[in-house]
């Protein structure tokens, strides 16, 4: 079961990293945010990450699709508010 308290957690925590990140014109502040996020979905409950990846077991963690994915993630769990 996911609750609303793992859900507003995960949204406060990626929107914030989301923002810094499209606006930062810094790679290694980028490079950290990436890192930092990749560890939170490796803790985050299975069932919330399941619910954001679309299957996708990179989800969050691909340095190509990162922006798209954090982006995806984002507006997901606003919509799960």
């Known amino acids: 079961m996911i ?39 490796d803790d985050m409950s299975q069932e919330l990450f399941d619910a954001i990846s679309g299957g996708r077991a990179d989800f969050l963690r691909d340095h190509k699709l990162f922006q798209d994915d954090i982006t995806k993630a984002v507006e997901i769990l606003e919509n799960m508010l």
Not at 12 to 32: A, G
Request: charge should be negative; avoid cysteine; charged fraction near 25%.
């Open 3 to 41: 609750t609303k308290d793992s859900i507003e957690t995960a949204y406060s925590f990626l929107h914030q990293k989301q923002r810094i990140y499209v606006h930062s014109t810094l790679d290694w502040q980028k490079d950290d945010i990436e890192m930092a996020i990749a560890a939170y979905a």
